[in-house]
């Protein structure tokens, strides 16, 4: 199985809407995406987050997720989450959505997680239509005991681009 990919799924979550958001390591992450200036933004679920020609929903944080197709983490010491989207084409034409270069996972002590390749991941290969929601879920594997989970979204992670907004999951 491999370590960096991503499914769609769901679980509950609290958070503050409109603080700022200067953490989690690497990069510019207190640059909006596409602006390079405006700071990032800690938001809630529910609330759409502009990346691109797309808006990226998180609906909720599932924890722990069991893979339909019964597949195990690569660690011991390890479970998976699932972060269930929707996401919207708002451009003018069809585009692809790679969530997997797109959304980071850190947990409360800033430890980074990228999606993996799961069960739930179809819906977002290929192309999104122009004017076209699509719904599923990000996977993650992450430690026994990890808590906190924030989610980065940006257009270009986990590398050094700018993060959009990171939603407080738990």
Do not use: W
């Amino acid at each position: 199985m491999a370590v960096l990919a991503v499914g769609l799924t769901a679980c509950s979550f609290g958070s503050e809407s409109g603080s700022e958001s200067g953490t989690g390591g690497g990069g510019d992450k207190n640059s909006s995406a596409g602006s390079g200036s405006e700071e990032s933004k800690e938001t809630k679920p529910g609330t759409a987050v502009k990346v691109g020609d797309f808006e990226v929903t998180v609906v909720e944080l599932i924890d722990p997720y069991t893979m339909k197709d019964g597949g195990k983490p690569t660690e011991d010491d390890a479970h998976f989450v699932a972060v269930a989207l929707s996401v919207k084409n708002t451009g003018a034409a069809a585009g692809p959505y790679d969530h997997n270069s797109t959304l980071v996972l850190r947990d409360s002590v800033g430890t980074e997680m990228q999606g993996m390749v799961g069960d739930d991941t179809a819906t977002f290969e290929g192309k999104i239509p122009s004017g076209t929601t699509v719904k599923g879920s990000a996977m993650f594997q992450v430690p026994d005991g990890a808590k906190g989970f924030t989610l980065e979204i940006g257009e270009d992670l986990p590398s050094d681009g700018p993060i959009a907004a990171t939603v407080k999951l738990s």
